[in-house]
């Protein structure tokens, strides 16, 4: 008994550091809201022709840790509207 719980917290220790080491460096330490902010922003900057590519910073793989977060959505969604606004003042 003892030596599957052993085996098991080894187990988990080793997926959760391979999980920490395939995490950008552009991502780690930043949370999640924040992410998907720079993720929309980086989106519709493309997506409208404003710009070939994203800034480096801001093109990124969405972390695992994130994957099942709400905050990354809620971050896409205030990235899009911040967008929006900068396209309406830059249309004046």
Same mark, same amino acid.
């Given at each position: 008994? +003892? /030596?599957? &719980?052993? &085996?098991g917290l080894?187990?988990?220790?080793?997926s959760s %550091?391979?999980? /920490? $080491? +395939? #995490?950008?460096?552009? %991502? !780690?330490?930043?949370?999640? %809201?924040?992410?998907? =902010? !720079?993720?929309?922003?980086?989106?519709? %900057?493309? $997506?409208?022709?404003?710009?070939? @590519?994203?800034?480096? #910073?801001?093109?990124? =793989?969405?972390p695992a @840790?994130? #994957?099942?977060?709400?905050?990354?959505?809620?971050? &896409?969604?205030?990235?899009?509207?911040?967008? #929006? $606004? &900068? /396209? @309406?003042?830059?249309?004046?």
């Open positions: 008994m +003892q /030596l599957k &719980i052993g &085996i080894i187990a988990l220790t080793i %550091t391979s999980a /920490l $080491a +395939q #995490e950008s460096p552009k %991502t !780690r330490g930043i949370d999640c %809201t924040e992410l998907g =902010v !720079r993720y929309g922003k980086c989106a519709l %900057t493309v $997506a409208s022709g404003l710009a070939p @590519r994203c800034p480096s #910073e801001y093109d990124f =793989v969405k @840790r994130c #994957e099942k977060n709400g905050d990354f959505d809620k971050g &896409i969604r205030l990235g899009t509207q911040e967008f #929006e $606004a &900068i /396209l @309406r003042q830059y249309r004046k």
